[in-house]
């Protein structure tokens, strides 16, 4: 049976390999201060938070999300980040930790929980089948030194 809660500070050295093995997954590499940051902010700041999902008392994966206004409706919650490690894949961790996030979304006022994924990732297969993929919807980012060396 997959037991969620909230990371504690005694979590930090399995959370980190879990962090960066999600990381190296998206190819993604940052310093030890951007770790360090992160991990005080999912314990620290009242509007992110992480979890951690145990088999056997062990944690096998890591949730990160956070809380914001809504525009013209309720406050939202966006899954920032979402990792199974290989060994406990398909054995409804990531489905556990999703539903877990939801609810606690949904006791926050946040009913609204989103995330965004790559077109190809292979988890897919349960987004698509838990979540709602809105077809034609295309995820822009904007990094304005980016923009202006492409001005010149």
């Not at 940051?37 to 994966?61: K, S």
């Amino acid at each position: 049976m997959v037991e969620i809660s909230f990371l504690t500070e005694s979590d930090r050295a399995r959370w980190e390999v879990l962090a960066r093995g999600k990381d190296a997954y998206f190819d993604v590499e940052r310093g030890a201060d951007s770790y360090d940051r992160t991990w005080r902010r999912l314990l620290d700041d009242d509007r992110i938070r992480g979890v951690a999902a145990r088999l056997d008392g062990r944690i096998v994966g890591i949730a990160h999300y956070l809380f914001h206004a809504g525009v013209w409706y309720s406050d939202k919650c966006y899954l920032a980040d979402l990792f199974v490690d290989d060994t406990a894949r398909r054995r409804g961790v990531a489905t556990a930790l999703i539903e877990w996030v939801a609810r606690d979304a949904e006791q926050n006022g946040a009913p609204g929980l989103y995330w965004n994924t790559l077109e190809d990732a292979p988890a897919r297969a349960l987004y698509d089948r838990v979540g709602r993929f809105h077809e034609g919807f295309i995820l822009y980012t904007y990094r304005r030194e980016r923009a202006h060396r492409l001005a010149e």
